[in-house]
């Protein structure tokens, strides 16, 4: 890559940067969905040890910290995110047991057994979820439990505009049969699955997005990258109204056997 091309991507990479960083949540949930996923979960304590993998700026482990009592590491690639993660959890007077690292899903650098509870709301595509539960298990103590949401097929078949909008996106997008086998195949005993409701797509993902594309777009007149990145956004939210019954995420929890 040349270097004109080079910072031409690291001003792309800046800009959608700071488009999720001025959310809450740079993808859908809610705490109310924290909480029900997190009530699946009976073993923590005050010394228990948490990961959130892929946390952004840590809308959840926000929620996550208010509902357990023991150290949680945030990680995340993106260095933005990890400042604004570490501003809330000092504003929150949480520091002392909620700490944001910058860090790379693929190259976590826990000890074996050293987790007692691995949560990604969201996040696991990065590297896949056949890959990512499988690499994050030797990080789980025996008993140890994994929390993850994942984008998710409600049927067997759908239209053909979501089908191939999600496989260009996300090809590994299956039913929830199909990722509760991928579960019990990398060595965890499967606790519950549950859809995560449509107002965590619309009132806590796209809705606050709407004044952020305004003021984004405002500040940015005229620059193709940013207006591209609201088209896409926009785009992604239209196809979710229209296809809602067809796709949406779900959360899986299992146990390490
Ligand atoms: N968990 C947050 C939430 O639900 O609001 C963020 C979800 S967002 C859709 C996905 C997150 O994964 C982003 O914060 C992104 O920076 C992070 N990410 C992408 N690739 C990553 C990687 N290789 N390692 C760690 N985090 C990564």
Redesign the pocket.
């Known amino acids: 890559m040349s270097e004109q091309n080079k910072s031409i991507h690291d001003f792309d990479f800046k800009l959608i940067c700071e488009y999720?960083s001025s959310l809450e949540?740079?993808?859908?949930?809610s705490p109310e969905v924290t909480i029900k996923a997190l009530s699946f979960i009976d073993n923590l304590t005050d010394e228990s040890k948490i990961a959130?993998?892929?946390?952004?700026?840590g809308?959840?482990t926000m929620v996550l910290a208010d509902h357990t009592s023991g150290h949680i590491t945030g990680?995340?690639?993106?260095a933005d995110?990890i400042e604004i993660f570490n501003a809330n959890s000092r504003q929150r007077i949480l520091q002392a047991r909620v700490e944001g690292v910058v860090?790379?899903?693929?190259r976590l650098a826990f000890q074996n057994e050293e987790l007692d509870l691995i949560w990604?709301?969201?996040?696991i595509y990065?590297?896949g979820f056949e890959r990512g539960i499988n690499e994050w298990h030797r990080f789980l103590k025996p008993g140890g439990y994994i929390a993850v949401s994942e984008a998710s097929w409600f049927t067997e078949k759908r239209p053909v505009e979501i089908d191939r909008f999600w496989k260009d996106a996300y090809p590994e997008i299956d039913i929830i049969s199909n990722k509760v086998g991928q579960m019990e195949k990398a060595g965890y005993i499967p606790i519950a699955t549950f859809v995560l409701p449509e107002n965590c797509w619309i009132e806590h993902f796209y809705a606050p997005q709407v004044s952020a594309q305004e003021k984004f777009l405002k500040k940015y007149a005229g620059n193709k990258t940013a207006e591209e990145l609201v088209e896409n956004q926009r785009h992604e939210a239209e196809l979710y109204y229209q296809y809602k019954e067809f796709y949406g995420y779900v959360f899986y929890l299992g146990k390490k056997v």
């Open positions: 999720f949540r740079q993808g859908p949930g959130d993998i892929g946390c952004g700026t809308g959840q990680i995340d690639l993106f995110f860090g790379s899903m693929d990604s709301e969201g996040a990065n590297i």
